[in-house]
């Protein structure tokens, strides 16, 4: 979703702000834009498309300004044109703001400004705080940030310029992420660590405000000078592609590392009693592929939903339950609002986040981390397999633990199929549907497979039980539909058996995921994988459908890291 950088103190302002927009580029965007403190006064650029173009009309322009911020933009309030675009002016040019997050009292601001005759140009919710910070300055720029921040509900990180100090940058934030680094003669900010190189990095916490300089910051709370809370520095490593063709590629990777580092961190820590997990997108496939395991390891009946429809549930009494919410952001907005919603049902509320001291685990009475490491490509891999490993290691009765500690070498293991998937993307065809069915613990694996698919190659996916496929999907079943069979339950070989039969009657290709030699037999082709216990198979299965819709993606020639209309963490609910 949107991204925030900012620098000051910089002689190649230009350079550092769109150095900072494109190690955010993976967030997903439709626009972006800088706006500088030039002597004479602020200036923006801004341009609707990828940074290549925002560069473009940005080659040739001479600056004397040294402090400067930049945003990237994915469209919420309002269409993806350049006048929606960050930074934002205020009415009399003063401020430029770049915001993320969503402003819930927008309406009765823009009211506001109308009363006072400003007239908003833009659609956003973000210009209106470039119009509040102006109404707000009687020469104290730290007063006006504060009466802002205290007159926004919702949601926001804030960067703003003001004309009157051409070298300072102010920050503000409630919820939405902002983290400020300090280098040697420059400060710069970011909503992200990634964009951040400074030799100490700082978060701006919750509710508090700072002012940039070129020599540092100064961290704010309620009128009060606080100290800032320094965090480890990002490791860059993440960052670079490092050879591989993609993100994405580079992160199914490094799977093994990922699963191994968080199956270590989580041994010991149990998961009892009758759970409630709650995810979305592939958090959620995460969590019901977990289902099965979960409800062997407690016994109890246990339940996976999306954190969506467990919002607009009916508010039943969650006393002595847990509800595990299960995010790699720890920012996606709506599993945000599941854990605020399940603390008030009464439930337990866990967090299974990868990114730590994020929204997710601040609002959790409790959270463990998932170890998969910063994830750069939009379509979620090592943030998959990490959650899979870490539910598994909870959940995994002590006669699997060392079985959960194997896991890692299976997921390299299945790392093998990588040909035989490129084999099995030449079945698909860009128009015409694919099928990904499986069982149990198969069945989150399959749908995972199929979002990968579908997001990806931008190819009609289907994920769906194997049950299911008789009670109505099969009529979509023609002469080369490709059905994808997940089978890792030797228990549930002869239903396996029967799905691929019936696919293959009516003509479709069956292409099998499986460790078992009868059912890769009866496919048309197969992506065999190492054999480990079913309820721990989530984790090893994914990998080969990873690589299928990766390499679709690539033969479609697809933007595989930045999927259209896609964003990296949905921070709107
Ligand atoms: C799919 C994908 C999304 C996320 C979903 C939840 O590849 O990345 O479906 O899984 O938006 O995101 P997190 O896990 O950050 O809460």
Redesign the pocket.
């Known amino acids: 979703m949107c991204g925030i950088v900012g620098h000051t103190g910089r002689r190649d302002i230009i350079a550092a702000l769109v150095e900072g927009l494109e190690k955010l580029e993976y967030r997903g965007y439709d626009s972006a834009g800088i706006a500088l403190a030039e002597s004479g006064g602020l200036k923006t650029v801004r341009s609707v498309g990828r940074i290549s173009r925002l560069r473009e009309k940005l080659a040739g322009i001479v600056t004397d300004a040294r402090c400067g911020i930049g945003h990237t933009r994915w469209a919420t309030h309002g269409k993806p044109t350049e006048v929606n675009c960050h930074p934002h002016l205020s009415f009399g040019r003063r401020f430029a703001v770049v915001h993320n997050g969503i402003i819930e009292n927008c309406r009765e601001l823009r009211a506001l400004c109308e009363d006072r005759g400003i007239s908003p140009v833009s659609d956003t919710d973000s210009e209106l705080i470039a119009h509040l910070l102006e109404f707000n300055y009687e020469g104290d720029p730290l007063r006006a940030v504060r009466k802002t921040a205290d007159m926004l509900t919702g949601s926001f990180a804030v960067a703003a310029l003001l004309a009157d100090f051409p070298d300072e940058i102010y920050a503000l934030r409630r919820t939405s992420p902002l983290l400020i680094g300090v280098g040697r003669g420059y400060t710069c900010l970011a909503s992200d660590g990634c964009a951040l190189e400074a030799d100490c990095v700082y978060s701006l916490g919750d509710g508090q405000y700072a002012r940039l300089t070129p020599s540092g910051a100064e961290f704010y709370s309620r009128g009060r000078r606080v100290s800032p809370r320094k965090i480890p520095p990002f490791d860059a490593a993440h960052c670079v592609r490092g050879g591989y063709e993609h993100f994405m590629l580079k992160e199914i990777c490094e799977q093994p590392e990922a699963a191994a580092r968080t199956v270590e961190a989580l041994s010991g820590r149990r998961l009892r009693g009758r759970l409630l997990m709650i995810?979305?997108?592939?958090?959620?496939h995460a969590a019901l592929s977990a289902l099965p395991l979960a409800e062997r390891a407690t016994g109890k009946a246990a339940c996976a939903t999306t954190a969506g429809e467990f919002l607009c549930s009916e508010k039943t009494d969650g006393r002595g339950r847990t509800a595990v919410l299960?995010?790699?952001?720890?920012?996606?907005a709506d599993?945000v609002a599941a854990a605020e919603e399940a603390a008030r049902r009464g439930y337990s509320a866990l967090a299974v986040a990868?990114v730590p001291r994020s929204s997710?685990t601040r609002v959790c009475r409790r959270s463990v981390l998932t170890h998969a490491g910063p994830e750069i490509s939009?379509?979620?891999t090592k943030?998959?397999t990490s959650?899979a490993a870490a539910l598994s290691a909870m959940l995994a009765p002590p006669p699997l633990a060392e079985e959960v500690r194997r896991l890692p070498f299976a997921i390299e293991r299945a790392l093998n199929c990588d040909g035989d998937a490129s084999a099995a993307a030449r079945l698909l065809k860009a128009d015409k549907a694919a099928f990904f069915i499986g069982r149990k613990s198969d069945l989150g694996t399959a749908l995972e497979g199929a979002?990968?698919l579908r997001?990806i190659t931008y190819i009609p996916a289907f994920g769906l039980s194997a049950g299911e496929l008789k009670h109505g999907s099969i009529a979509l079943i023609e002469e080369g539909t490709p059905v994808v069979l997940v089978h890792t339950d030797p228990q549930l070989k002869d239903k396996s058996l029967l799905t691929a039969a019936t696919v293959r009657a009516r003509g479709g290709r069956v292409i099998a995921v499986t460790p078992d030699d009868e059912v890769a037999a009866a496919a048309d082709l197969a992506l065999r994988i190492p054999a480990v216990h079913p309820l721990l198979s989530p984790a090893v299965a994914v990998v080969p459908l990873q690589l299928l819709a990766y390499r679709a993606a690539v033969a479609l020639g697809r933007d595989v890291d930045k999927p259209r209309n896609?964003a990296?963490?949905?921070t709107v609910e």
């Not at 299960?326 to 996606?332: A, V």
Request: charged share 15%.
């Open positions: 995810g979305c997108g592939s958090s959620y299960i995010s790699q952001s720890g920012e996606t599993t990868n997710l939009v379509a979620t943030g998959f959650q979002l990968k997001e896609l990296k963490s949905v």
